[in-house]
């Protein structure tokens, strides 16, 4: 199903993506009834209030969970997506918890600006992000991204128990997930639909997390300048507490192997998002 909301003045489109078909095993009322919902709702919400300046598209896709292929024969041959534009997927895989921005598109610094400002309750870090694009999951945002798209995707993950089974029904969705679904959803549309969306592409992607109030976020080439001085702090700090007999130098040698063990671990943990 496609829908257009037309903008007063467009400078592009935004693009709001959900599927609404399910696996076999299960009636997909989260995965993705609830995206489907948040679109349905998030489009009356903007046809009562002003018109955007930009165009805004609705597009609830079939068989995601087989192939991508509705997505992608939008996003490859339908004539409202001839000029690309930014798209916002809405995902689910589970049935609670807050709503992650997981994926984005390359150069991704403006889109994360936008994100980090216009979010009522923005989640996500870069960390995610850079962990899927080397891992072989899909959803209808890859056909997008196929296709030279910029944007976000989302998806709530707590609850994964019931996952592609019987028992992801309608009763079994949290209505706080869904209703960070919507805030999110409704509040970057507005933002993408009143913005020039051709200045969002910014030449390099940012590194960001969430902190108390809204997201930290800064360009990503910091990363390196940023360890190195707080390895040089740590490297500092042991040496102070060692030279005033605070801790020897076995438990300093294995307070340094504790901390590596996180950063070992944490990118062969399985993602949680995807087919």
């Given amino acids: 199903m496609v829908a257009r909301l037309p903008g007063t003045d467009p400078t592009g489109t935004v693009f709001l993506v959900a599927h609404y078909d399910a696996v076999q ?5 989260n995965d993705d009834a609830a995206g489907v919902a948040t679109i349905l709702e998030v489009a009356r919400a903007l ?3 002003p018109a955007p300046r930009n165009d805004i598209v609705l ?3 079939d068989a995601e969970e087989a192939c991508l292929c509705g997505a992608s024969a939008f996003a490859s041959e339908h004539p409202l997506a001839a000029g690309k534009g930014v798209v916002l997927n809405l995902e689910a895989r589970g049935r609670t918890g807050p709503v992650i921005m997981f994926e984005t598109s390359p150069e991704n610094a403006r889109l994360v600006e936008v994100f980090g ?3 009522p309750h923005p989640v996500g870090t870069s960390f995610a992000v850079e962990v899927y694009r080397a891992l072989p999951n899909d ?3 890859t056909a997008f991204l196929d296709e030279g798209f910029r944007g976000l995707n989302s998806a709530y993950l707590d609850g994964g128990a019931i996952y592609h089974t019987p028992l992801d029904t309608p009763a079994a969705m949290d209505r706080a997930s869904l209703q960070h679904h919507g805030d999110n959803t409704l509040g970057l549309a507005r933002e993408f639909g009143r913005i020039d969306l051709a200045d969002l592409r910014a030449g390099h992607d940012a590194t960001y997390f969430p902190v108390p109030g809204g ?3 800064y360009p990503g080439w910091l990363v390196l300048p940023l360890a190195l001085l707080a390895l040089a702090g740590v490297v500092a700090l042991g040496w102070l ?3 005033r007999n605070r ?4 438990r300093l040698a294995a307070g340094f192997g504790l901390a590596l063990v996180p950063i070992v671990v944490a990118p062969v943990v399985p993602s949680s998002s995807g087919r």
């Fill in 117 to 119: 400002e216009a979010a």
């Fill in 247 to 250: 801790v020897t130098g076995g």
């Fill in 139 to 141: 959803t209808d945002f």
């Fill in 241 to 243: 507490a060692r030279r």
């Fill in 215 to 217: 997201l930290a976020r």
């Fill in 47 to 49: 046809t009562d209030g």
């Fill in 59 to 61: 597009v609830l896709t």
């Fill in 25 to 29: 095993t299960g009636p997909g009322g």
